[in-house]
């Protein structure tokens, strides 16, 4: 397996801008977990999945930022409008089943000027 | 509430020194894992190990080693006759029944000099 695959790997954009973030897990885990690292907050969990359905998304600083899994090997996060405050790189992670380590992508470093 | 504390921010030592990274976690549940994970300085995220809160057994895997003692709420991880290579980003994360995905701690960087 290729591991969890994430696209754009760098993301510079425009404030205002509407950004898309998109993720592969690899096939058969039923997890998909989207962390965001920053300097100044760390690795900080956005939101997770189960079996594609939104489990826990108190993590998503606001509304400006949705995620959605429409089926088990694609899911997206998106930013709109983007602000500065939103550069950061963009983790997708998945694993088999709970509490087992998570497999990260290579992160989307985005920037917003 | 979770939450795991690495209060080492960087650590420097010189080759062949062995290494010790402190992480401290707190947790309601009786049931929780322990993780860590390595971040080099090209960004991605590697899986080191997995524990479960009712296995305290230390266990090794080469240089690496890891001691957690549940009296103590820590999970420390040690490098012996640290290498080069082994300078990175050093995470320690846990999840629980409550939170079911991985909160980590700030991390520590470790900067091993030749």
């Known amino acids: 397996d290729a591991g969890v695959i994430q696209s754009p790997r760098h993301e510079v954009t425009e404030m205002g801008q509407e950004v898309t973030l998109r993720c592969k897990p690899i096939s058969g885990h039923d997890y998909l977990f989207w962390y965001r690292q920053t300097m100044m907050r760390g690795l900080e969990l956005l939101i997770y999945?189960?079996?594609?359905?939104?489990?826990?998304d108190s993590g998503m600083p606001e509304d400006r930022f949705s995620a959605k899994m429409p089926n088990a090997s694609f899911s997206t996060l998106k930013i709109q409008p983007s602000e500065p405050r939103d550069s950061a790189v963009y983790f997708c992670a998945s694993s088999p089943t709970v509490n087992t380590e998570a497999f990260f992508g290579q992160g989307t470093r985005l920037t917003v000027v | 509430a979770q939450k795991v504390t690495q209060a080492q921010t960087e650590i420097s030592v010189v080759e062949k020194e062995d290494v010790t990274l402190d992480c401290v976690y707190e947790t309601r549940d009786t049931t929780y894992y322990l993780f860590w994970y390595k971040q080099p300085p090209s960004g991605e995220l590697v899986f080191l190990i997995r524990?479960?809160?009712?296995?305290?057994q230390n266990e090794i895997s080469g240089r690496y080693s890891w001691n957690f003692q549940k009296s103590t709420s820590s999970f420390n991880f040690t490098i012996t006759a640290s290498q080069v290579v082994d300078s990175a980003v050093y995470f320690c994360?846990?999840?629980?029944?409550?939170?079911?995905?991985?909160?980590f701690g700030s991390g520590t960087r470790l900067q091993v000099q030749p």
């Open positions: 994360a846990l999840s629980d029944t409550g939170r079911r995905a991985l909160t």
């Open positions: 524990r479960n809160s009712f296995d305290e």
């Open positions: 999945f189960n079996n594609n359905v939104p489990i826990d």
